[in-house]
């Protein structure tokens, strides 16, 4: 069965701080890996994705991640945070070959201390 | 205004009373998918429609409908709503499969079973 582990349901950081989100997967098979932010009252946005080619993706807002096949790992980070990235941060993974069954992590809520 | 759309946005209602959630695109997409978004639980997959008169369960089906009669429509049913399906409610949307695609939210809609 296709999972993935947010490690820390919370995480505080303070404002100009490294941020780091970790995400680990379970999957047999290469998986096609995601990032989704949630701002309150709103519904997800996608941040960045990894399909193929160059392990480490950029998304918007200047977060990034790195798909560590070894590690079974695609931790998001961004080097300095702002107010404006306290959200809700869900890790996806989907496979071709499970018919577009879409698997979402339980979420990490990041807040920006000042 | 490229968009989901969900409505109502709130509901309260009863044990056993059937209720419709209605979900509309219009940016053309093929896919269009349910979820809901439980605290601790992240958010889990109850159906997807990869086109018209097309759809497979997700991770929770149970105590859900669905049709696809029109690309751009989605309804999701609950015939007889139970207290346990007291969630907030998220339809999404992609261009085709979600692969490598990136699936676009609506705005949820919080429903109260009671």
């Known amino acids: 069965a296709q999972s993935v582990t947010q490690l820390g349901s919370h995480v505080s950081v303070s404002e100009g701080a490294l941020v780091l989100l970790r995400c680990n997967y379970s999957?047999?098979?290469?998986?096609?890996l995601f990032w989704y932010v949630q701002y309150p009252n709103q519904g997800l946005q996608l941040l960045l994705k990894?399909?193929?080619?160059?392990?480490l993706v950029k998304g918007i807002n200047g977060f990034e991640a790195e798909f560590k096949k070894s590690e079974t790992s695609f931790h998001l980070t961004k080097p300095s945070a702002h107010m404006s990235d306290a959200a809700e941060y869900f890790c996806?993974?989907?496979?071709?070959?499970?018919?577009?069954?879409?698997?979402f992590g339980t979420g990490t809520s990041l807040t920006v201390i000042p | 205004e490229a968009q989901v759309t969900q409505n109502p946005r709130y509901l309260i209602t009863v044990t056993g009373k059937k209720l419709t959630v209605t979900c509309s695109q219009n940016?053309?997409?093929?896919?269009m998918s349910w979820y809901r978004q439980d605290p601790g639980l992240g958010l889990r997959q109850i159906y997807y429609?990869?086109?018209?008169?097309?759809?497979d369960k997700g991770d929770v089906p149970e105590g859900y409908k669905v049709s696809r009669k029109e690309k751009r429509n989605f309804p999701l049913i609950l015939e007889s709503p139970s207290p346990n399906q007291t969630s907030l409610y998220f339809c999404?949307?992609?261009?085709?499969?979600?692969?490598?695609?990136?699936?676009?939210f609506g705005p949820g809609t919080r429903l109260t079973v009671l």
């Open positions: 999404a949307s992609s261009l085709a499969g979600v692969t490598y695609n990136e699936q676009f």
């Open positions: 999957s047999s098979v290469p998986p096609y």
């Open positions: 990894y399909t193929t080619g160059a392990t």
């Open positions: 996806a993974v989907s496979r071709s070959n499970t018919g577009n069954q879409f698997y």
């Open positions: 940016m053309n997409h093929e896919y």
């Open positions: 429609s990869m086109n018209v008169e097309v759809t």
